[in-house]
């Protein structure tokens, strides 16, 4: 008897690690990475055409662009690279890639879970001047067939740094009483409609929270443009949610104050 518990252990143990194993070799199997080997095929061209600017519509030069193909469906994940490049001088750029088969198949069978992801890197920018996010790239998701060609354009804005307080704050219930901000900055790409106002696919984001009277952070803000911050101020478990917007200038202003008990 004892050692056919001994057995059982063993067996249990070697049937865990065969599980680990099959689990392990079905992610890698399940998150492909590969290039485009589709061969030229004018009638399905896409070209993506647009500019890389500051907030003072600059262009940056340098800026590498990417597009992929992106499967996201459950165990069957997968990249393929479609195409590349960089910005030139004054910011321009252009992507041209084509549309296999495959890809349109799967756009009209399986829509929510596919897409082409256009990313633009900034890693080679200056995280002292230009507002980026921690893996410096930003992104877009076009779900569907594109157009033959795309206007897409991006921004990166050039930023500075603010002292932000936040002041008054004092509570031992944290679970009744919150106070903090969440400031997002309009970034990356963007389109424009027929009035030339600018639509942007995603925002520069982040919270800022207090947990004692007085909390002083330092924060990277876009200069020319105005960064919207919301305040929220949960006093006893009733929650009040304002929302600022803050023009940055070249210089001014150099600090910012938020006090949990102001009226606004």
Known sequence: MKYGNRKTKVQRILSRVLILLACSLLLSACNEKEEDNGFPD????????GRVVNSDGIGIKDVKLHVDFIDARLFSSLTRKKSETKTDQNGNYQLKFYVRADEDTLFKQHLPYVAYRLTADASKLSADKYLLPED???????????DASEQVDCMIPECRKIDVTLTGFSTQDYSNNEFYI??????????????????????????????????????????NDSAEVMVLRQKNGKGNQVWKKIYIGKTSPTSLTFDYNAAD
């Open 42 to 49: 004018e009638q399905n061209a896409v070209v993506f055409n």
């Open 136 to 146: 410096a790239t930003y992104q877009m998701e076009i779900y569907g067939r594109p």
């Open 182 to 223: 969440s400031i997002k900055t309009p970034a990356g790409f963007f389109s424009k409609d027929e009035k030339g106002i600018r639509h942007f696919y995603s925002s520069y984001g982040k919270d800022y929270k207090a947990t004692q009277p007085n909390v002083h952070y330092t924060i990277l803000l876009a200069v």
